[in-house]
């Protein structure tokens, strides 16, 4: 093993030179701050892709040395079993991610240690980033299993990648790069079990000399294929699943709009089209009714899609990330600036004094809380505002109370910020949303305020809504509380509501402020556009897997189709029956026609039934998996001849 | 293995890639202490046959043994008596020639370090030199040092000597002449270069396209084989029909025959009637020339390639 080990000595002497180095202008990249002080899962994802790709890489690159230097037989022709030769290269592989985890971060928490600011450090930091390093691990064996499972450039290739892909989508697809934001441990245990599940399958894999010539032994196909039938269904159902979504869009684009004419209790199914002499009004199959007229109906339009229930709709494609622990304010004092990290699980905020940091002393550090006596803001407590724009105000809604933090004799204090009147605070008052919200002059005044260079912050209270102009909060100007009117009123519009779940069909109606119906309509593909786009939604179920498929239908629940990666939205709510059954004949008929051509080509009758159960239940992905394992070549017999033998020439 | 038992057999293998088959039924035997060269054209399944035999690759029909153990079944251990030189003299290029040395006597438990250093200073290695920095010779001699150093029972070399100028070749032969010496290994060896296999070989065994056509020791092929011209007298210009005529070759007016003396009748010669020359002993490059090419074919170099030209 030593020898194995010595042997490896340079290879892995640059393994872990580069990723070292690669490593440590990451961190110098991120800085102090971002690594040991907030609390940002993104910086989690950051390294965690430099993980992937490097671990990755070099699972890929050691698995394949081999066959690159020509040097397998000359390797494997020795007394030395083939286990201790593999289970020497993960000793070297293991060495090098525990290298790449361990020194960079180390000497930069050296160096964090001597930072002016180190008291920031956040406890338990080192142990996360480290922890982090476990991504590695999967990666560089997803990098092995990807090199020992085919070595043939064919569509084995795609499949033997997929675990390495199925990784990365789901740590960067799925955004599941925070695990220590839940269950750190457990997350890393899971992560090392994956390496190991899939170091064994390589082990399985390169125990077995390739041979294009020779049928995979069950033992090592059956593994390999369930390994990358698994995480390439995991990869396609995802693909499948954005392709779904992405139709999904075009699909509810395409459909006409709900407009609202003027204020009247009237409603139409309309669509702008201006480049061809728009806008339209529709009739119920989506057909093209008279052009009112460019201007004079169009101010009069209000589209019912930007009140609420339809653009909640569709922005549910891009939920938002949430995120808990360290925000930062930049606090805005004038010249001085500084920074605050709300911690949401201690209910103190730590202020730094950047003025100091930039003149080279070390930053004073302050961790307060409410007022003078600096007690804990409660647990519910979040600060306001945007990043980097407005002033540090914490919002405690214990008490419906707002902090705002000043200099009081140069130290940074959070004072109690009352509002007029002894109103009590409610929601901040997102300017961008009324400017966004209201259409017509309103909406040119509070353009007119937000393109103020100090981007004013407002809040809204339960009897009135207020601007903070530098020093406290006074009532709104009075062409921004009309303004501020005019989106309430939007707001109190008739609500227009998909009322089912379903990708093809949605039925939406409009309810009054009595819940009323005042208008429903459903909308089915009417036009060719709609017609296309809705067949290529069924026809991409089709490429799903059966077995996923079935879960589908058996789901009680409709959803729409981008809403589970997992399930078609297509079949949930036990709808559509007849495209499961067109679906499991499809993958039945593939099934069938794989165990034919196994029978016909020589293979026992339990791999011939094997695989077809296999295509069966994972459809398109099973039968391109069987097709490059199973290779015509591989079960291929010449005839045996019996020819005269033609030793020309023999001694003794 | 028991005593008699043949360092190596090959007994009926068949082995094919895709539709092309290499080895049909190739049989022979590689008795202990023997040196055994293995020649045949290029693609006539020579690196094929000895991968077979180190388990590299399996056959589809047959079955190769070595040291008594089936190819298929070779353990650590008994590798540990195989000595490979592989086509290519395969080793890491990174590695300098000491490292090379202190590598193999880590991983093989009969390496003898004294042994490969006095060899390696014979052959005046650089130590220090990584391998990717030897030339062809040097890494052809260095392979052989390090696969002989183990000490094997058997050693199996595969064209050892591809790519090597005539100085080279003559160098690597020396220094396999003086490693096998007096060590009683057994040898099975592929090679192009007939002057070379004559000079160290005991027996040969010749492959032409995928079948065995001679097996024979070197000293009986000198003893048996015999080349003659005759001219016929009539005019025939069918070849004549003997037995123990292996080849009969059309030249101008005649034709050059090779014939196997014990089973050639003088009777049989006399009824030819035409001319008929004295007999010549072939150099074994002959003979391969006569079994392994067609007449029709138009000469050897028809469907040779570039290496073996150069070679």
């Known amino acids: 093993m030593k020898a194995l080990l010595r042997r490896d000595w340079a290879s892995v002497s640059f393994f872990v030179a580069t990723g070292c180095v690669a490593h440590t202008v990451l961190l110098a990249s991120e800085g102090f701050d971002r690594v040991w002080v907030e609390r940002d899962s993104e910086l989690f994802g950051y390294f965690g892709l430099f993980y992937w790709i490097a671990a990755g890489a070099m699972g890929l690159a050691l698995g394949l040395r081999e066959d690159a230097l020509q040097t397998r037989d000359y390797l494997l022709h020795r007394p030395i079993s083939h286990a201790r030769i593999f289970g020497a290269r993960q000793v070297a592989a293991i060495g090098v991610l525990v290298a790449w985890a361990l020194l960079p971060l180390a000497s930069d928490y050296a160096l964090a240690a001597l930072h002016p600011n180190a008291p920031l450090i956040a406890e338990g930091r080192f142990f996360d980033l480290l922890a982090n390093g476990a991504v590695a691990l999967p990666s560089y064996a997803a990098g092995a299993f990807a090199a020992a499972f085919t070595r043939r450039a064919n569509v084995l290739l795609l499949l033997a990648g997929a675990p390495y892909a199925a990784l990365g989508l789901g740590m960067f697809g799925l955004r599941r790069v925070d695990p220590w934001a839940t269950h750190p441990a457990m997350t890393t245990l899971g992560l090392l079990a994956l390496a190991a599940l899939l170091l064994l399958v390589t082990w399985r894999c390169e125990s077995e000399r390739d041979d294009a010539d020779r049928p995979w032994s069950a033992a090592r196909a059956w593994p390999a294929a369930l390994v990358a039938v698994a995480a390439g269904g995991f990869v396609a159902l995802l693909g499948l699943g954005e392709l779904g979504s992405t139709l999904d869009q075009f699909l509810t684009r395409s459909y006409p709009r709900l407009v609202r004419i003027g204020d009247e209790p009237r409603f139409a199914l309309a669509e702008y089209d201006a480049d061809r002499g728009g806008p339209w009004l529709l009739d119920r199959q989506h057909r093209r009714g008279p052009n009112p007229g460019r201007d004079a109906e169009r101010r009069r339009w209000v589209s019912i899609e930007r009140d609420g229930a339809l653009k909640a709709w569709w922005n549910e494609h891009s939920k938002p990330r949430r995120t808990r622990g360290v925000a930062w304010r930049d606090l805005g004092w004038g010249v001085e600036f500084g920074r605050a990290f709300f911690n949401a699980d201690t209910g103190m905020v730590t202020v730094l004094r950047e003025a100091e940091r930039s003149s080279g002393r070390p930053a004073q550090v302050y961790r307060i809380g409410r007022g003078a006596e600096h007690a804990a803001f409660s647990a519910r407590a979040f600060p306001l505002g945007r990043r980097w724009e407005e002033g540090v105000t914490v919002m405690d809604p214990k008490d419906a109370t707002l902090w705002r933090c000043v200099l009081a004799d140069s130290v940074p204090q959070f004072v109690p910020s009352p509002l007029p009147d002894g109103d009590r605070y409610r929601e901040p008052l997102d300017l961008r949303e009324l400017r966004d919200g209201i259409d017509g002059e309103p909406r040119a005044l509070v353009a007119a305020v937000l393109a103020r260079g100090d981007t004013p912050f407002a809040i809204r209270g339960e009897r009135g809504s207020y601007l903070w102009n530098g020093t406290e909060f006074e009532p709104l100007p009075a062409r921004l509380r009309a303004a501020a009117a005019e989106l309430e009123r939007t707001r109190a519009r008739p609500t227009a509501t998909i009322t089912n779940r379903d990708p093809i069909v949605r039925e939406l109606e409009v309810r009054d402020a009595q819940a009323v119906v005042v208008f429903e309509h459903t909308f089915t593909p009417q036009r060719l556009g709609e017609r296309v786009l809705a067949a290529a939604l069924l026809g991409h179920s089709l490429l799903r897997l059966p077995v996923a498929q079935v879960a589908a239908l058996a789901s009680a629940t409709p959803h729409m189709a981008y809403e589970y990666w997992w399930r078609d939205g297509l079949l949930t709510g036990r709808k559509r029956a007849w495209l499961l059954v067109a679906h499991l004949a499809f993958a039945v008929a593939l099934g069938w026609r794989c165990y034919r051509r196994l029978l016909r080509l020589g293979a026992p009758v339990s791999r011939c039934l094997g695989w077809a159960v296999l295509v069966g239940a994972t459809g398109v992905l099973g039968w391109m998996l069987y097709r490059g394992v199973e290779t015509r070549r591989a079960w291929h017999r010449p005839p045996v001849v019996q020819e005269p033998p033609r030793l020309l020439l023999r001694s003794a | ?311």
């Open chain 2, 1 to 311: 293995m028991t005593t008699g038992e043949p360092a190596v057999a090959f007994r009926d293998v068949y082995r094919h890639f895709g539709e092309h088959e290499v080895l049909r039924g190739l049989s022979f035997a590689v008795r202990r202490g023997e040196i055994h060269a293995l020649l045949g054209r290029n693609g006539c399944g020579k690196t094929t046959a000895l991968r077979v035999l180190l388990g590299f690759l399996s056959p589809h029909r047959g079955r190769s043994e070595i040291l008594g153990v089936g190819s298929d079944a070779l353990t650590p251990a008994d590798r540990g008596r195989v000595g490979y030189v592989t086509e290519g003299h395969q080793l890491y290029p990174g590695m300098r020639v000491r490292e090379v040395l202190s590598f193999e006597a880590a991983t093989r438990p009969r390496f003898r370090l004294d042994l490969a250093e006095r060899a390696v200073q014979r052959c005046a290695l650089p130590r220090q030199t990584p391998v990717i920095k030897l030339s062809r010779g040097q890494r052809a001699q260095l392979s052989l040092i390090v696969a002989v150093a183990a000490q094997p029972e058997v050693l199996v070399c595969d064209d050892p000597a591809m790519g090597l100028d005539v100085v080279m070749r003559r160098e690597l032969l020396d220094v396999m002449i003086e490693l096998l010496s007096e060590r009683g290994i057994s040898v099975l060896f592929s090679s192009h270069i007939l002057t070379d296999v004559e000079r160290i070989a005991d027996r040969v065994s010749i492959l032409h396209e995928g079948r065995l056509i001679v097996d024979a020791a070197v000293d009986d092929l000198k003893q048996r084989v015999r080349k003659r011209s005759w001219r016929p007298s009539n005019g025939a210009t069918a070849p004549p029909s003997l037995p123990g005529l292996l080849r009969a070759r059309r030249t101008g007016e005649g034709y050059d025959l090779t014939l196997v003396s014990d089973e050639l009748d003088d009777g049989a010669l006399r009824q030819l009637g035409g001319v008929l020359g004295e007999p010549v002993v072939p150099t074994l490059e002959d003979l391969f020339l006569d079994v392994t090419t067609n007449p029709a074919d138009g000469g050897i170099l028809s469907r040779a390639t570039d290496a073996e030209v150069s070679a």
